[in-house]
């Protein structure tokens, strides 16, 4: 039984918590630590019979029992946090992003590739099943050679203006998972960049220095284009799509529902409503992303994301920044020049 322990038991602390007691086979979580750690956090963890809580992560670290550590923690731990443990010893699930500075990630490459461990990023729509479906097929060539990738990626409601302001922008947060998803479904690399963005949601999002809409145009290696538009605020839902159209057909996805149930009256034809939040919409992907990081761990084999697939997409949203910052197309390579890489 692989021993795990949480550092972070903030909400996606306590989703992957919940995730491996219901349904993650031959893993156990034994501790969780937390600086803000209280009595309602410890009852919790209680309840789903986790042995040790701490306000201290280091007391995971230092805990030989535990054979892998998931860092949910906040987004300016994640790498300090990420090299200790790995330092440590430990096995390590990191939620994204791995640092908004590269130089840092590049440090996490370094001691990734000189440890013995597993280190997987968690970008956890790569394991929704609608997206999987479209990787299978272009995987299996149905679709031809890829010409246009599409993804439409909008959250239900802005967030609060004292987490726009910590956040990284909305590239480095939000649609860094859209760029993540290119690379997904297309299997290639992007080589270029061009935005549009403007501020429509909530002027308070500007004055905090972001943007809350945004057209991203991008050119890929293998010479498709791809397409993201993003919005703060779909007062439908949280809406979440993606096509992939090659030479021989394409292959599409829609949003998840409550229900698949479609009323034809006299009045009109009505179906539900998109999934409002992003738990109900990914709880599946969550479990399954850590399924495949304890597999990769017991069976020795690669982890389904790695470390470079953790840098890639920041160097992609610091290249829209570029592009939106000086309204003009920015390939990935100057930003890899800037670094060094």
């Excluded at 996606?12 to 034994?30: L, M, P, Q, R």
């Excluded at 949910?72 to 096995?91: N, P, R, V």
């Excluded at 050679?145 to 480095?172: N, W």
């Excluded at 498709?224 to 799509?241: E, K, L, T």
Aim: hydrophobic share 40%.
């Amino acid at each position: 039984m692989l021993k795990i322990g949480i550092i972070g038991a903030g909400r996606i602390g306590k989703v992957h918590a919940e995730s491996i007691t219901k349904y993650v086979k031959g893993a156990e979580v034994i501790f969780i630590a937390d600086p803000f750690l209280d009595e309602a956090t410890k009852q919790w963890s209680t309840s789903l019979g986790i042995q040790h809580t701490s306000k201290d992560y280091h007391d995971i670290l230092t805990n030989p029992e535990i054979d892998a550590v998931l860092i949910c923690s906040s987004t300016d731990t994640h790498s300090q946090i990420s090299l200790e443990a790995i330092k440590a010893g430990k096995h390590v699930f990191c939620e994204k992003p791995v640092d908004h500075d590269v130089n840092k990630i590049k440090e996490v490459l370094k001691a990734v590739k000189n440890a013995g461990t597993k280190y997987q990023v968690g970008f956890n729509r790569r394991f929704d099943h609608n997206f999987k479906a479209v990787k299978e097929a272009v995987d299996a060539g149905k679709i031809g050679r890829q010409h246009i990738i599409k993804i439409t990626s909008r959250d239900p409601e802005a967030p609060p203006i004292s987490y726009v302001k910590i956040s990284g922008g909305m590239f480095l947060d939000m649609t860094i998972h859209d760029f993540d998803m290119v690379r997904y479904l297309s299997g290639s690399e992007v080589v270029e960049v061009y935005v549009m963005g403007g501020v429509l949601v909530d002027p308070e999002i500007g004055a905090a220095g972001d943007i809350d809409t945004a057209i991203i145009t991008m050119k890929l290696k293998n010479g498709a284009m791809a397409v993201i538009d993003n919005s703060r605020r779909a007062v439908y839902g949280y809406d979440q799509r993606a096509e992939v159209f090659g030479s021989e057909g394409a292959v599409a996805v829609g949003n998840d529902k409550s229900s698949t149930a479609v009323l034809s009256t006299k009045e009109g034809v009505v179906s539900e409503k998109p999934l409002y939040f992003f738990l109900e919409r990914y709880m599946q992907a969550y479990t399954s992303e850590i399924q495949e990081f304890v597999a990769a761990i017991v069976n020795n084999t690669d982890v389904p994301v790695n470390i470079t697939d953790g840098l890639e997409p920041v160097i992609i949203g610091l290249a829209a920044k570029k592009s939106l910052d000086e309204n003009r197309p920015v390939t990935t390579a100057e930003i890899k020049n800037i670094f060094g890489l």
